[in-house]
């Protein structure tokens, strides 16, 4: 895609910045409302309720205080806490104009140990249907965590790009790309994220700057994700190792004996529910 000067310039610049300098709202007068009698006489009867009010407050923080884990809310699978708080930032790495570090980092994404291994016992007490059935313990199904299916899926859009600026064939079909923005987009709209992100008067648009937010911890869903380990691994080129072999990865420890001749017992599905737009995309992970 080629960008024009033009599109370039409508990129950077500011929600405000046609905003004449000297514009000033002649109706906003500097001084406040004045302080006559009747004003002071209601501020009287006001003291008892603002002394309330300052108690009141006194007590919410000091049990706030008290309390070392504020944030309760916990993920209904991993039993995942919010457990920090962090800035809206406007870089990262990611985004660094050195290309070798951001490339670097974005390729070594791994997801996969976001494909797990869940016993038939842990989906029933959590309402989770039951899923094809793990080889090496066909009491567990397969699952992939959403969590890590949308960040191979900004992974590989992230390697179609690459190829794109460094003039290599694509390894991706436009079919899987276009899965994965749809996922994302959609997961955007569920999530109907309303925090207001507070803009500044800059030439370039910016947003949330001096902003937080309160996240779980990315490490223990993996720590919690290798516990349910299904011995999978997907190799850098999709077609280097396919179907079962890419689960014969299991780690040390784990108690799984693989069976190089195992052959699924269960029929294969032929086709997708109608709703569905993702056709043929079974086995692509
Ligand atoms: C870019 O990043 C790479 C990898 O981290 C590093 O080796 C290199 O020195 C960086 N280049 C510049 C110009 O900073």
């Known amino acids: ?10 990129e950077f610049a500011g929600l405000l910045n046609n905003i004449d300098k000297t514009s000033q709202d002649p109706n906003i007068s500097a001084d406040g409302p004045g302080n006559s009698n009747p004003y002071r006489q209601r501020f009287l009867f ?20 008290a309390n070392p884990e504020p944030y309760r809310t916990h993920s209904k699978y991993a039993d995942l806490h919010l457990t920090h708080t962090e800035p809206y930032v406007l870089l990262t790495d990611y985004s660094s104009p050195n ?8 390729h070594s ?29 066909t009491s567990k199904g397969i699952y992939i965590l959403h969590g890590f299916h949308n960040l191979h899926c900004l992974k590989i859009i992230y390697i179609s790009l690459f190829e794109f600026r460094e003039g290599q064939t694509q390894t991706r079909t436009w079919h899987h790309i276009a899965h994965c923005l749809d996922a994302l987009r959609r997961q955007i709209i569920c999530d109907a994220d309303d925090t207001p992100r507070a803009t500044e008067r800059r030439v370039e ?69 109608e709703e569905s737009i993702a056709t043929g995309l079974a086995g692509e992970v």
């Not at 290309?99 to 974005?106: E, F, I, K, M």
């Open 46 to 65: 006001l003291i008892p309720i603002l002394l309330l009010s300052l108690i009141t407050n006194i007590i919410t923080i000091s049990i706030i205080a």
């Open 1 to 10: 895609m080629r960008t024009t000067p033009s599109e370039n310039r409508e």
């Open 205 to 273: 648009v910016v947003s949330g700057v001096g902003q937080n937010r309160v996240c779980r911890n990315w490490g223990e869903l993996e720590n919690w994700a290798k516990a349910h380990t299904s011995c999978y691994r997907r190799p850098e080129k999709p077609e280097d190792e396919t179907g079962l072999k890419r689960f014969m990865h299991c780690p040390e420890g784990s108690g799984y004996v693989v069976d190089e001749g195992y052959v699924p017992e269960e029929e294969i599905l032929v086709g997708l529910p």
């Open 109 to 137: 994404i791994n997801i996969d140990s976001g494909v797990v291994a869940l016993p038939d016992s842990f989906a029933t007490s959590h309402n989770l249907r039951t899923a094809q059935r793990f080889p090496w313990d």
């Open 99 to 106: 290309t070798t570090l951001a490339d670097t980092l974005w």
